[in-house]
């Protein structure tokens, strides 16, 4: 797997705006800004996938990824109003001992891995064939051969890894329905507010006298949310 | 021992430029593997260092796509040799997107959960577990 001509100017472009787009992720003060460049580096990661031929991932990843769980992420900084607190967190990087430790397993993880790229060194690079069509390629200038771009079988990928989801992987699939179901019922029941508890019917007596006994629900939110169950009902 | 000091005689060879140059116009598996790797580590970076969950979570979601981009550019590779295998990658990844989904709505409920309960975002503040 080697690119040439655009695709490597691409896949240079695309992978420092994933990097920066990561580090100011990280780094940026404001969580709404933070989300902003996750997704700027969510759009990047998907240009890669575009670039390695795996169209339909790269669709999965902006719809999935930037349309859902990103919006998602929004709505819940908006919830918490994180801006009213941020004044209260003095200085970004300020625990040492957190950063040293991020900077040495980093340091460790790129340094292993460069090491275990150079010693198969002989398995990555371009066999002698490739290495010739790299070569009749760099003479074509910056014309591409499709079959070798995979511009034009952007279906037949997507073809293929449909099949592959649905002839070997149909129980995983199957599975990952359940587990999105489950992520749904698991996030209502965690969002709901004392109130709606309340309203649900299959409330204990016990923790409502409780409740009030502590303070936190007024006679009248007890009685209202006692109406509310009735009119459900 | 003698793999850990491996690039650094590398770069007393004298070759790395040219290779780098090669490298540079003629980006290999390896490059995304670095790539992957950075972005992996600057998730680390950002779940190690930062305060608000919320931003913790948005770190996680970095190393999940940092995965994901092995995951794809092992696939390609494999894809040019012939391997039957070869879209399994891509496989793996819808998997990993749909868990990162159902974990961004478990998480993100049990931050709004935890909000209403203690006025908090801020992870050195939820220590009740804490020993």
């Known amino acids: 797997m080697v690119l040439s001509g655009w695709e490597s100017v691409f896949f240079w472009v695309f992978a420092l705006a994933v990097l920066v787009a990561g580090l100011l992720t990280v780094m940026a003060r404001n969580a709404v800004h933070s989300a902003l460049f996750l997704i700027s580096a969510l759009v990047s990661v998907a240009a890669l996938f575009v670039l390695l031929g795996a169209e339909f991932i790269a669709g999965v990843q902006i719809l999935v990824y930037v349309g ?3 919006v998602l992420f929004l709505f819940v900084i908006m919830l918490v109003n994180v801006g009213a607190e941020e004044r209260e967190q003095e200085e970004l990087f300020n625990r040492p001992r957190q950063v040293t430790a991020a900077v040495c397993f980093a340091a460790l993880l790129v340094l292993g891995l460069f ?47 449909g099949a592959s989801l649905y002839r070997y992987g149909a129980l995983p699939f199957e599975i990952a329905s359940v587990l999105l179901l489950v992520a749904i019922v698991g996030s209502v ?4 507010t004392s109130k709606q508890e309340l309203a649900a019917d299959d409330v204990d007596p016990q923790v409502v006298s409780e409740l009030s006994a502590a303070g936190e629900l007024t006679p009248a939110e007890i009685e209202e949310a006692a109406h509310a169950h009735a009119a459900e009902v | 021992m003698n793999t850990l000091f491996t690039p650094a005689l590398y770069v007393l060879q004298g070759s790395m430029l040219d290779n780098m140059k090669d490298g540079v116009a003629h980006p290999d598996l390896s490059k995304f593997l670095i790539i992957g790797a950075l972005l992996f580590a600057v998730g680390v970076a950002g ?5 608000n969950i919320i931003v913790i979570f948005m770190s996680i979601e970095l190393i999940l796509n940092a995965a994901n981009l092995n ?5 390609r590779y494999l894809q040019e040799t012939g391997s039957v295998n070869a ?3 891509q496989v793996f990844t819808v998997f990993i997107i749909v868990v990162a989904a159902a974990e961004a709505a478990i998480g993100l409920g049990l931050v709004i959960a935890l909000y209403r309960n203690r006025e908090t975002i801020f992870v050195d503040k939820i220590d009740l577990l804490k020993w």
């Open chain 1, 68 to 70: 859902g769980v990103m």
């Open chain 1, 115 to 161: 090491s275990a790229i150079r010693q198969s060194a002989g398995r990555f690079a371009p066999s002698a064939e490739e290495q010739q069509s790299t070569s009749t390629r760099a003479a074509d200038g910056t014309r591409l051969r499709r079959a070798e771009t995979r511009v034009s079988n952007i279906s037949e990928d997507t073809q293929r890894v």
């Open chain 1, 189 to 192: 029941l965690l969002a709901r």
């Open chain 2, 47 to 51: 779940v190690l260092t930062r305060r």
């Open chain 2, 71 to 75: 995951f794809i550019a092992f696939s």
């Open chain 2, 87 to 89: 879209v399994a990658g």
